[in-house]
């Protein structure tokens, strides 16, 4: 089992950086791909980016492309979300999850966190 607990969220203006944070504990935490997604108000929550459990494949939404980088250190069961180019679209509630292997579909993670706020003021 792996909880989840993210950090980082905030308000931004239009073209500013945020780093997100995803503490995991956990035993399978190194052998689980980890996801973030984002929920508007709104809307569907939907996939922002994922990564394999060893840190060598991504795969980004086209919206984010190019603006965010996924990552993670093991050592520290910790993934993180950097966010460059911010837009108003971003705005959103930010969830890091786990899965069994690198998905862009929300049905294939198994836990997730209570969400983080992301505002970008235009």
């Known amino acids: 089992q792996v909880q989840l607990v993210e950090s980082g969220g905030g308000l931004v203006q239009a073209g500013g950086s945020l780093r997100l944070s995803c503490a995991a504990s956990?035993?399978?935490?190194?052998?689980?791909?980890m996801g973030w997604f984002r929920q508007a108000s709104g809307k569907e929550r939907e996939f922002v980016a994922t990564?394999?459990?060893?840190?060598?494949?991504?795969i980004y939404a086209g919206s984010v492309k190019g603006r965010f980088t996924i990552s993670r250190d093991n050592g520290k069961n910790m993934v993180y979300l950097q966010m460059n180019d911010l837009k108003p679209e971003d705005t959103a509630v930010y969830y890091c999850?786990?899965?069994?292997?690198?998905?862009?579909?929300?049905?294939?993670?198994?836990?997730w966190g209570q969400g983080t706020q992301v505002t970008v003021s235009s």
């Open positions: 956990g035993r399978t935490f190194s052998g689980s791909a």
């Open positions: 999850a786990a899965a069994t292997s690198i998905a862009t579909v929300k049905s294939e993670y198994h836990y």
């Open positions: 990564i394999t459990s060893s840190g060598s494949g991504t």
